[in-house]
């Protein structure tokens, strides 16, 4: 009976299975796939064997008898538009997918014979380089998904789409398209998910958009949308997610929005919506924001406690009142931070099962204490309760949130001692405490803090020594202990020390620790307006990285070392002599004539003595690779020959006929073996001029720390990533022309730019030349280079460091993005310091990359809103001791103060325009990368702030 019951089951099996393992494809589609495979030169798809089955080719599918293609997915595979057609004569697909590639226009041909295959579903063209109008497409009847997205489409959207009777989704993002939003998508009114963010469409949200009720998803984010919201959206009663972001929206909130049961997302910030928060608004949604608008009133009481609410938004509107009470255990982020709150911060007793992970509600008008039970709420990773009016101690619970990584209380009133409890926050990397009365000793496990890489005590009542154990930090990227009450010996500081530290403003006395010299990596030391006395030791000149050097108001006397003359240097109220050819800011100066000779003889000494010193530290400190560190560094002295590199490789780059006639590498070499020709110097760069035979002048930079490159372990791949950037085309970017690689570094030329970089322009030798018309024709140009670089077809384009030296004038008002290279070519996890501090200069690193560990678009924004921060102000990243978007925060409710008045007082109407640029500003320096816009978005603000 067993065997029975076992070999009827055995042929049944094989009887349903046949089907699929003896059907095949048939002769003719097989002979066609083959045909396409030859013409495609797709290279996954193997057909040396005759008997090779299609449907085994990656990126092929076929129906579950193996009978017929009814998917090809050819995504990244270097497509050309005249090979579409092919794709239409397998007339049994479904879907298609030619993302990635690039297209840069669809055949008619395509679009005849694609749309009468009456199975086909879904097209997918996205991330390609499609420059002409949307076509229309003619059949398609079947067709259910179109994703045209990140592409360079323009016009306006009629009638295209409008024979589509199945398009359930449609994806237009990230395209030129401009005009009034589309409204014909499908007669038959089917559409489910409309995707049309970051375009430049315009006018109102259009009330047929109503009449596709089975809407679930609506994107307009990033238009020029404007109006309000039409008041019956709430008819679409299956909406799920409705983002109208960064428009020109205004009005009020429609209270109908609160009708739809469906809703889990609404995102309508960076508009100027007006009135109340609509009471009843997160009855059923999961996220909210409505951050950076002109909402008013209070924020009802209970719009923080439904059960399912994840996110809430709010920040930098002109809300009054008191926060909310009620919190949901629900909630992961609460943002409520720029607005006129009053009132105390909410008391929460955060049981198990709370999930409130982010807490902003700093830059309000909060008093009281900070409540102890906050040190319930285990998750918070941010909390952050700066600029309000807080008082009291600084409670000991907070040492309890072991998950903690930012903790901001700067520029409140508290009181009272750093309880030492602070130091069990193992997880936190920024601790802010500034601008308080916070007296009594730093505590001496500060150490504890592991992960820490900011420190930022100033502007307190701090008394004692700084503990010795500070040093132990070894992630610690900054240290502010300015303007406090300090004193007795400055222990041995850590060497991951990247970005400032600040010992201003104390009681420091006796010599400057010669320890310094050993933070190689520190980009800013203050040590101004204490007690130091003695010389400055001659071991500073070995912190290869530093840029500004705050000695000022000191009993200092002696000699001034040499530095080179890319550091910054204050000695103001001291005694000490500065006998070199450079002034004591370090910009050169002329020499004198009738300069005696023994004077001369001495700085050839001094200069000497230096150049021997800073061979020696190459050599100690050369024995990991080639090259070393102090590649950051350039020699200042006039005329220095250094032996020539031993060139590996050279290559050209650009089809330019006249470049690559001019360009002779020898040449290039003898320029970078000479510091005289030495121009500028960046983060990762040095920039030398290059004269050619013919006269024709480029630049020929260096890329500092050579060890982290390419060419150390792959030439060839440095080669490849350079060529991609060679075709680049756009007028704000910096291309490369050819480079060059030598036994110990590589080089990269350049067309020579004679008005030299942004920062020159604003803070350097060309300082006050720019008025705002200028400034505000580079930020443009800026942003439309950036745009340009993010919207790359096959991948964005990041910056490794943007800052106002990486930005190129060809003239005052047009600007290069320059070191576009660096990201591409540059391993910064093959830095023995911090990854934050490796990604950037200081001033421009965005806060979250100390823990993120990894460049983004959203890091870009931030930098560039920095440059524009620059612009407005005429300061430095670094002012005042303190980074610029501190000190423009710091100042916020001085409007007139921030501005530049050398071009703020030209007019009331420049007036106008800076401040406009100002909120475009602010919005990228957001603390949340969530909140920055596209550079897109920023481009279209800028735009609109003519």
Not at 16 to 26: A, K, N, R, T, Y
Request: with cysteine; aromatic share 6%.
């Amino acid at each position: 009976m067993f065997r029975y019951e076992y070999t009827t089951t055995t042929f049944l099996l094989l009887f349903l299975f046949c089907p699929m393992v003896m059907s095949l494809l048939s002769r003719n589609q097989t002979k066609t796939m083959i045909n396409l495979s030859n013409h495609l030169n797709v290279s996954d798809w193997n057909t040396n064997n005759k008997d090779s089955n299609p449907c085994t080719w990656n990126g092929v599918t076929c129906d579950i008898s193996n009978s017929s293609v009814i998917k090809i997915v050819l995504s990244g595979s270097s497509l050309s538009s005249q090979s579409l057609p092919l794709l239409c004569k397998i007339e049994t697909l479904q879907d298609i997918d030619v993302s990635n590639n690039h297209l840069s226009y669809i055949p008619n041909e395509f679009i005849d014979a694609c749309g009468n295959i009456e199975s086909l579903k879904l097209l997918n063209f996205s991330g390609n380089v499609l420059t002409d109008f949307l076509p229309t497409f003619h059949g398609f009847d079947a067709l259910e998904s179109l994703d045209m997205s990140f592409n360079d489409l323009k016009g306006s959207i009629y009638l295209q789409l409008d024979e589509m009777v199945s398009l359930k989704f449609l994806n237009l993002s990230n395209n030129n398209f401009t005009g009034k939003l589309p409204t014909n998508l499908g007669s038959s009114m089917v559409l489910e998910q409309l995707v049309l963010s970051n375009n430049g469409f315009e006018g109102t949200i259009p009330h047929q958009i109503l009449s596709y009720k089975n809407l679930t998803v609506i994107d307009f984010m990033a238009n020029n949308l404007s109006g309000s919201i039409p008041f019956n959206i709430g008819n679409l009663s299956k909406l799920e997610i409705l983002s109208l972001s960064s428009n020109r929206l205004s009005g009020e909130i429609p209270m109908s929005l609160m009708n739809i049961t469906t809703l889990v997302r609404f995102a309508a910030n960076l508009n100027t919506f007006t009135g109340a928060v609509p009471l009843g608004s997160t009855k059923f949604l999961k996220n909210l924001d409505l951050s950076y608008n002109n909402l008013s009133e209070s924020i009802p009481e209970g719009l923080l406690s439904p059960s399912q609410l994840v996110l809430v938004d709010l920040s930098y509107n002109k809300l009054q009142g008191h926060v909310p009470k009620n919190i949901s255990p629900s909630l992961v982020r609460l943002r409520l931070g720029g607005n006129l709150l009053t009132g105390e911060v909410p008391s929460l007793s955060c049981e198990a099962g709370h999930n409130l992970t982010y807490m902003e509600l700093e830059n309000n008008q909060l008093t009281g204490l900070i409540p102890p039970g906050l040190g319930s709420c285990r998750k918070l990773a941010l909390l952050n309760l700066a600029d309000n009016e807080l008082t009291g101690a600084l409670p000991s619970e907070l040492g309890n949130l072991n998950n903690l990584q930012v903790l901001k209380v700067q520029m409140n009133k508290l009181n009272g001692t750093i309880p030492i409890q602070i130091s069990q926050l193992v997880k936190l990397s920024i601790l802010n405490l500034s601008k308080n009365s916070l007296d009594g000793p730093i505590p001496s496990d500060v150490s504890s803090m592991a992960n820490l890489t900011v420190l930022d005590l100033q502007g307190n009542s701090l008394n004692g020594s700084i503990p010795s154990s500070i040093g132990n930090l070894g992630k610690i990227l900054e240290i502010q202990l300015g303007e406090n009450q300090l004193s007795g010996a400055i222990p041995q500081m850590s060497s991951s020390l990247q970005i400032a530290l600040n010992l201003s403003r104390n009681h420091f006395s006796g010599n400057i620790p010669t320890s310094f010299g050993d933070l190689v990596n520190l980009e800013v030391l203050d040590l101004s307006n204490n007690n130091f006395s003695g010389e400055i030791p001659q071991s500073l000149t070995r912190m290869a990285a530093l840029t500004q050097l705050q000695l000022s108001n000191n009993k200092l006397s002696g000699d001034l070392p040499l530095f080179g003359s890319y550091v910054k240097i204050d000695i103001s109220g001291t005694h000490v002599t500065n006998n070199s050819n450079v002034s004591p800011n370090n910009s050169p100066t002329e020499e004198k004539n009738g300069k005696s000779v023994v004077v001369a003889v001495l700085i050839a000494i001094a200069a000497a003595i230096f150049v021997v010193g800073l061979v020696t530290l190459l050599v100690v400190t050369i024995s990991r690779h080639y090259c070393s560190v102090n590649d950051q560094r350039v020699q200042s002295s006039e005329g220095e020959n250094l032996d020539l590199p031993q060139v590996i490789k050279s290559n050209l780059l650009t089809p330019n006929g006249i470049h690559r006639s001019n360009i002779d590498f020898s040449k290039a070499m003898e320029a970078v073996a000479k510091t005289s020709n030495v121009t500028l110097k960046t983060k990762f760069s040095t920039y030398y001029k290059a004269v050619m035979p013919s006269g024709s002048i480029y630049f020929a930079k260096k890329l500092n720390w050579c060890d982290k490159i390419f060419p150390v372990n792959s030439i060839d791949k440095f080669g490849r990533e350079l060529e991609v950037l060679a075709k680049l085309n756009n007028s704000n970017v910096m291309v490369p022309l050819a480079y060059i690689v030598s036994t110990n570094n590589a080089y990269i030329l350049y067309e020579f730019v004679s008005n030299g970089s942004l920062f020159d322009a604003l803070h350097g030798s060309m300082e006050n030349s720019l008025d705002w018309a200028s400034r505000y024709s580079i930020a443009v140009g800026v942003a439309q280079g950036l745009s340009f670089l993010h919207g790359f077809a096959s991948g964005p384009i990041l910056l490794l460091d943007l800052s106002s030296k990486s930005i190129m004038l060809k003239s005052l008002k047009e600007p290069l993005v320059g070191d576009i290279e660096h990201y591409k070519v540059i391993d910064p996890s093959k830095s023995t310091g911090s990854f934050s501090a490796v990604a950037g200069s200081v001033g421009y690193i965005p806060p979250e990359y100390a823990y993120t560990m990894r460049v983004t678009m959203a890091g870009n924004i931030y930098s560039f809103g920095v440059i524009l921060l620059e612009l407005l102000t005429g300061k430095p990243a670094v002012t005042e001791g303190t980074e610029l978007v501190k000190w423009v925060s710091r100042n916020s409710r001085n409007q007139d103060f921030i501005l530049d008045s050398n071009v703020s007082r030209t007019s009331q109407a420049v007036r106008n325009q800076m401040l406009a640029i100002l909120e475009i500003a602010l919005v990228c320096v957001s603390t949340s990368p969530e909140t920055r816009p596209k550079m897109k978005t920023v481009l279209r603000m800028l735009l609109n702030a003519r």
